[in-house]
């Protein structure tokens, strides 16, 4: 089951990788939550997963999932919701995460995270998702809005506007990844800032922070290039610029996490994000206690 | 919006033969899939740089998830010795 937490301060932390583990633990005191993969986990031995349990005993642990699915106009397989619940039931997380995409469609594994067409039908299916979720795992998730390297086809509202109405459908809070909305304010053209207008900022509920790089399209496309969230490069800085806005506006407390999957530079350069994060909130903090 | 949108899309992801089908016709591809007018004339005026980046991406995933999942099977052998 989640635990209960009663959250009080803004606190920053790291996604937990495996050639991080013992940068992170020698580190604890610079490293306020540790966000697990649970896809990692559903096939994990007893003994990795009491080596988890062990883990969160230490740090606060919050859960992430990737493969579910949940914003399709369809239903989210019951089986791997089943199998999240029991790892979530076995680490004992203080919440846990997923994301709003679709990753499959019928026998059809995309193999990531796709933007589904932004309409009512989606709306109503994530909703409906994440409630049956919510039952399933025992707790509801908080949803994450995704980069997308294409304006989904056959939608008919903006990004901003259908991320609200899933909140609002679904009661959920949202995982506001702010490098996927910088990567598609800068591919799509619109005001990252704007956005963090239009979504009801006291449902934030997390922060994720992460980097990317250009990719290319061919000369027979027209050779654009678009901003890929790959976790791969450090957090640019307009991403701190949203995260100083989101403090400033945000009345919870927030839980920021870093989150990096290769190239791993020495743990002292991602500590130093994780540092470059907490003075984003504290300015941003500050400017609306000056306000 | 239909579960078929979803389904073409997917296959438009993960199934190179059938984009280069769709992108020199699209119309015809997405009304053999089955699609609404209103769902072809969305197809029709499909991002094409973001459907060339999207499924190049989603390529490196499959390829990299499948190597990722081998070595969690790998250390989890190790682990139960």
């Known amino acids: 089951m989640v635990a209960a937490v009663a959250e009080q301060a803004d606190r920053v932390g790291i996604g937990w990788r495996g050639p991080l583990a013992a940068g992170i633990l020698a580190n604890l005191d610079r490293i306020e939550i540790v966000e697990v993969m649970a896809d990692d986990f559903v096939d994990a031995s007893a003994s990795s997963l009491r080596a988890l349990r062990t883990l969160a005993a230490q740090v606060p642990v ?52 796709a933007a589904p067409p932004r309409t009512a039908s989606t709306v109503e299916g994530a909703a409906l998702n994440i409630e049956r979720a919510a039952r399933t795992v025992g707790a509801r998730p908080l949803v994450e809005n995704i980069a997308t390297l294409i304006d989904p086809p056959a939608s008919d509202r903006d990004e901003a506007t259908w991320v609200a109405e899933v909140l609002v459908a679904s009661d959920a809070d949202l995982l506001l990844d702010l490098h996927n909305l910088h990567a598609n304010a800068t591919n799509f053209h619109f ?50 610029d949203l995260l100083v806005e989101v403090a400033t506006r945000s009345p919870r407390p927030l839980t920021v996490i870093l989150e990096r999957d290769g190239r791993y530079p020495p743990m002292e350069h991602l500590l130093a994000q ?12 500050q400017q609306a206690a000056a306000a | 919006m239909s579960l078929r949108v979803e389904s073409f899309l997917a296959r438009l992801y993960v199934d ?40 190049a991406s989603f390529a490196r995933k499959r390829a990299g998830g499948r190597r990722r999942r081998r070595l969690l099977r790998l250390i989890e052998r190790l682990a139960r010795g």
């Open chain 1, 62 to 113: 919050t859960m992430h999932g990737v493969s579910l699915g949940l914003a399709t106009a369809g239903m989210v397989d019951p089986r791997r919701l089943e199998r999240i619940g029991r790892v979530v039931d076995r680490v004992g997380p203080e919440s846990w995460s997923e994301h709003l995409a679709f990753v499959r469609a019928g026998e059809i594994e995309i193999g990531h995270l």
């Open chain 1, 191 to 240: 005001d990252a800032h704007g956005f963090l207008r239009r979504v009801p900022v006291d449902r934030i509920g997390a922060i994720h922070l992460a980097g990317g790089r250009w990719v290319t399209s061919s000369d027979e496309t027209g050779g654009e290039r678009r901003l890929l969230d790959d976790h791969l490069h450090d957090v640019p800085d307009p991403v701190y």
């Open chain 1, 274 to 285: 994780l540092d470059r994060a907490r003075q984003a909130i504290a300015k941003g903090r």
């Open chain 2, 16 to 55: 190179a033969g059938a984009r280069q089908r769709f992108l020199r016709d699209p119309d015809v591809v997405a009304r053999r899939y089955g699609l609404s007018e209103a769902e072809r004339a969305a197809f029709v005026a499909i991002d094409r740089v973001g459907l060339e980046l999207a499924a």
